[in-house]
């Protein structure tokens, strides 16, 4: 049977400021969701929230995978239950190799239960799983004994990071903003990878303001962010209208909730001049 | 006032050394006026900018004393012994030697390898031109005085104009005794042209054991020579380190020197370069992991005396519980070294919030045509990394010695013997506690 992963009424917040205000959503196993939204309404934090950022606190509301609970969990064990979260803006660890990174996270996720200092997979056995992947996606083989992320190139990052996707296998992933900073064959590489990985046992989100990706994975459904609401859902046509015509009739549609982001959006400006 | 009794390192507690030793005539000079300035220093104030971040209130030196005999039933729980093969190995405990032995055809080569209180009875002519003269003088300050004045014996290697030596050589100071003091000096003398690796550790048999290690290490690096040498300390957490060690590179020699400091209950070197001859260079690695409430102290020098020098010190601290570290930096540049080119770093991490370091770069220039660049770090373990680390199912603590361990790498990377990298990572991770 399939999985699935809920949210409910999920309210969250960062130093007691409210970003989102009851979002609602439901995907399950093998589907595509894109979502979508104007800049700063609240995507990345729900990505965040979703993996248990510890910045990020949840005020109200629920997250869970076929009626379990992640709010309590620590970020490992949501990894470990198979979420997975594309980062928008990649981390460098200074030091750490990219295979030696990528063997404790598999050896993890493979085996939820292991122990920090038990047996990691096997190396041959890894590495050449390892390779063949770095292959699909068009990453040359040097990038396994670099440090992670350190002195890539912003579109070297994302690669990465679906790199780790397709390591990984997860139930859930979410994919923020990968396509930004490709260049146009890499985002083909990275579509179609992506494309090749998902299938019954995957389901993605992915959050993008661009279309390329969802040319070739076609989103099932389509969700709207405003002011850290989602406020309409649709189909593929929906991220194609987005695409072509903006957030004007959005915003149009939902004039309360535009006002509240109008208004978020002067205080933040506010709070700028304050500062500085 | 009652006379005081006869501690450790008093007056009659030497003399009664001196009795058993029954060494050589220049040796017991040599002695004889370490002691002397020893009394002497010990009625001047150390100097504050080397040592007052260091507290020596707790240490009392009457506590402790050299061994009048070896205990040969100590085990030693070692690091760096298995992991390569050697081609001569010295080990002392509580001061004795305990085991020596070097390849036949090195030894052939006429090759010296063993301990200094047998090789100053044959080999005057070899040693006392360097013992205690040129690298580490006995009136530097009250603990080199101290050394010279009871030095208990301590590896020695020489190696003759030309010799290659390619498989490294191991030396293990070891401490098995209650209350024990070890004076051990590491005397290494390359002549013209040679080269070898030399990779030393201390270690202590219990862990809950008090030591005391007052040591020398005196590096000579002669013309085009190439020396490797690593110090891996490994006390217990009860045991005082508090040593002097110095490198002389001469003429195109080259001196690639690690440090490791993982042990001790208070440790602070001393640690000195002298690039003596046009053309020498030094490369100094620093390794250190200060955790409970240990206090790891270093005071590291690069000095240029010859015009077209080179020196490059890197050290990595890592800092937990109620830990510090303390390390003071300085490059020096003589007049008639010009177009020197010195480099001084030293980077930390703090893992928790109520270790402390204090990391003081400094140059003194006195020649115009130079490149030195100095600089120090101290920063947190950033919760964005162990975030991200996390989201692909590490555990906090798997995580943060990720970052611990990727951090070392920066050292790591420039360490050119593997079984070293590879022991030190080992270390690291079992002081983590990654696999208990
Ligand atoms: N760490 C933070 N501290 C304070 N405010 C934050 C933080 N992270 C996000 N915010 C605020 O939360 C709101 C939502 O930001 P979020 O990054 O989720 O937007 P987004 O929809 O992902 O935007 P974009 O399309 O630009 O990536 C913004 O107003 C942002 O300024
Ligand atoms: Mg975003």
Redesign the interface.
């Known amino acids: 049977m399939s999985s699935v992963l809920k949210i409910e009424k999920l309210w969250v917040a960062i130093d007691d400021k409210q970003i989102l205000k009851g979002v609602d959503l439901e995907v399950r196993q093998g589907e595509i969701h894109a979502l979508m939204g104007p800049n700063g309404s609240g995507k990345s934090t729900l990505a965040y929230a979703l ?1 248990g ?3 990020y606190e949840v005020t109200e509301g629920t997250i869970s995978i076929d009626g379990v609970s992640l709010n309590e969990l ?3 064990a ?3 239950m198979g979420l ?2 594309a ?1 928008q803006y ?7 190799k990219v295979a ?3 063997r ?2 598999v050896s ?2 493979r085996n ?1 239960e292991r ?3 038990e047996g990691l997979l096997p190396m041959r056995d890894f590495r050449k799983e390892l390779r063949s992947r770095m292959d699909e996606l068009g990453i040359e083989q040097e990038f396994a004994r670099r ?1 992670l992320n350190d002195g890539f190139s912003g579109g070297e990052k994302k690669r990465m990071e679906i790199l ?1 996707l397709a390591m ?1 296998r997860p139930r859930f992933a979410i994919l923020d903003e990968t396509d930004s900073g490709l260049d146009s064959d890499a985002v083909r590489f990275v579509s179609e990878a992506i494309s090749r990985l998902s299938g019954p046992d995957m389901a993605i989100i992915i959050i993008t303001h661009h279309e390329r990706l969802l040319e070739i994975n076609k989103p099932q459904q389509t969700h709207v962010m405003l002011a850290g609401r989602i406020v309409e859902h649709g189909d593929a046509r929906l991220a194609h209208e987005l695409h072509d015509q903006g957030y004007a009739g959005i915003r149009a549609r939902h004039p309360d909730v535009a006002a509240e982001e109008e208004a978020q959006a002067v205080k933040n400006e506010t709070h700028a001049v304050v500062k500085t | 006032m009652t006379p005081a009794p006869s501690t450790g390192f008093d007056a009659k507690a030497f003399e009664r050394f001196v009795a058993t030793r029954g060494e050589p005539g220049w040796v017991v000079d040599l002695r004889r006026r370490s002691f002397d300035l020893y009394r002497q220093k010990l009625q001047e104030p150390l100097t504050p900018e080397e040592w007052k971040r260091v507290d020596l209130r707790p240490l009392q030196p009457n506590r402790f004393s050299p061994a009048a005999d070896i205990s040969t039933a100590a085990q030693f729980e070692t690091l760096l012994e298995n992991r390569a093969s050697f081609a001569g190995v010295v080990s002392h405990v509580d001061g004795h030697c305990s085991a020596q032995k070097l390849d036949d055809r090195l030894a052939a080569r006429g090759v010296l390898l063993g301990s200094l209180t047998e090789l100053v009875r044959e080999h005057r002519e070899i040693l006392e031109p360097h013992l205690l003269t040129r690298a580490v003088r006995p009136d530097a300050d009250r603990f080199t005085a101290w050394h010279a004045a009871f030095w208990t014996g301590g590896t020695v290697l020489y190696v003759p104009r030309g010799v290659a030596i390619d498989e490294p050589l191991y030396s293990l100071i070891g401490l098995a005794k209650a209350g024990g003091a070890d004076l051990s000096h590491t005397l290494v003398i390359l002549e013209d042209g040679a080269s070898a690796t030399l990779l030393e550790e201390t270690s202590s048999a219990a862990t809950d054991t008090a030591g005391l290690h007052v040591g020398a290490v005196e590096l000579l690096v002669g013309p085009g020579a190439n020396l490797r040498y690593v110090q891996l300390q490994n006390w217990n957490s009860h045991t005082w380190h508090l040593a002097r060690q110095a490198g002389v590179v001469e003429r195109d020699g080259t001196l690639q020197w690690t440090l490791a400091g993982l042990g001790s209950r208070l440790s602070h070197i001393h640690q000195e370069v002298t690039l003596a001859g046009q053309g020498a260079s030094a490369e100094v690695n620093g390794v250190t992991f200060a955790t409970g409430r240990q206090l790891l102290s270093y005071y590291t020098q690069q000095t240029h005396k010859a015009p077209n020098t080179r020196s490059d010190l890197l050290y990595k601290d890592v800092l937990r519980d109620e830990a510090r570290v303390v390390w003071r930096g300085m490059i020096r540049v003589d007049a008639e070294a010009q177009k020197t080119d010195g480099y001084q770093r030293n980077d930390s991490l703090l893992l928790s919030p109520d270790c402390r370091v204090d990391a003081i770069p400094g140059l003194e220039i006195e020649a115009d045509d130079v490149r030195c660049t100095h600089g120090a770090t101290a920063g947190r373990v ?4 162990i ?13 943060m ?3 611990v ?6 050292v790591y990377d420039r360490i050119a013997v593997e079984a070293v990298r590879e022991t030190l990572s080992r270390a690291v991770e079992r002081k983590l506690g ?3």
């Open positions: 993996m950022h510890p910045k620590e970020p490992d949501r990894a470990r997975f979260l980062f990649p981390v460098t660890i200074p030091g750490v030696d990174f990528l404790h996270a993890n996720i939820p122990k920090e200092g440090y780790q990984l | 950033d919760a964005e990394q975030f991200y680390c996390m989201c692909r199912g590490l555990s906090r603590y798997e995580a010695h990720m970052i361990e990727g951090f070392f790498h920066g990654i696999g208990r």
